[in-house]
């Protein structure tokens, strides 16, 4: 079974812009999967869709084997969604923002007290508990937002831009956290405009212009940038050989 599968997927927006023109991929289970392209590329209105919080036009998606369209809870429950800007609670403390996350997934009593318990100590949050997480320093809020999407266990985790605007300590530190649980079996998909992150990942789909121009593992991709004159191209390199040659199909076909 896939973690993840996606078939025709399309978007337009009620003004009329074609965000997404109809993808499709298949995500292997305990994958390390990046969405990478340029701003507008489509890579949000993909996640959004994935996570139920926006409506496809067209197409459909399934995670680990439950149908977004037709068992929306089911699917919904399999993942845990991290946004770009955080979506945590001001109002509420590191402490309210937990125990209001568990109660959405639908975490009880016992499990409940549990699951919050293990996150304060995996993220090391005890000294922020009392705190607004508008107050806690960057590296401290984006534990936070991580540890409330995975309270319920979910084994697919996306993680939409997470370490925009985050210095390299606290990126490098992030990404340890991700990386023990891709040694643990989680599914991680990442969309992300950093090449060496990109490079981390097993596979990565590259998106521009509304649709998925490559989609292979980082050497491959690099492989099929090479040129006479680049014959060993960086991811960079590669991205932007893949992007121009988009380009240039896209002008024959026109
Ligand atoms: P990315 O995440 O790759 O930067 P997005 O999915 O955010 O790309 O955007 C894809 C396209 O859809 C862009 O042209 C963007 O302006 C447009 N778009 C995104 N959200 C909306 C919206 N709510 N209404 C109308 N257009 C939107």
Redesign the pocket.
């Known amino acids: 079974m896939y973690a993840l599968e996606v078939t025709g997927l399309r978007k337009t927006?009620?003004?009329g812009?074609e965000?997404?023109k109809g993808i499709s991929l298949t995500v292997d289970e305990g994958d390390f999967f990046a969405l990478l392209?340029?701003?507008?590329?489509?890579?949000?209105?993909?996640f959004k869709m994935l996570c139920g919080l926006l409506k496809p036009t067209s197409g459909n998606a399934s995670i680990v084997g439950h149908d977004l369209r037709h068992a929306p809870s089911a699917a919904k429950v399999q993942l845990g969604y991290m946004a770009q800007k955080f979506s945590l609670y001001g109002l509420l403390s590191v402490m309210q923002n937990l125990a209001f996350f568990s109660g959405i997934y639908g975490l009880r009593k016992a499990l409940r007290r549990e699951r919050i318990d293990e996150m304060i100590e995996t993220f090391e949050l005890q000294r922020y508990l009392g705190r607004s997480p508008n107050e806690l320093p960057l590296g401290y809020k984006q534990r936070l937002a991580l540890a409330c999407s995975l309270m319920h266990r979910p084994p697919v985790l996306f993680l939409d831009e997470p370490t925009s605007g985050v210095d390299p300590i606290t990126r490098r530190e992030f990404w340890m956290h991700i990386n023990a649980l891709v040694r643990r079996g989680v599914t991680v998909l990442v969309?992300t405009h950093f090449m060496d992150e990109a490079e981390y990942c097993d596979r990565v789909a590259l998106?521009y212009q509304?649709r998925l121009i490559a989609l292979d593992t980082p050497d491959k991709l690099k492989e099929r940038a090479a040129t006479t004159d680049c014959p060993s191209p960086t991811m960079e390199d590669a991205f932007i050989r893949l992007i121009e040659v988009a380009d240039a199909d896209g002008r024959a076909a026109a």
Do not use: D, E, Q
């Open positions: 927006y009620g003004n812009v965000a997404l392209g340029p701003n507008g590329a489509g890579k949000s209105t993909t969309t998106m509304a």
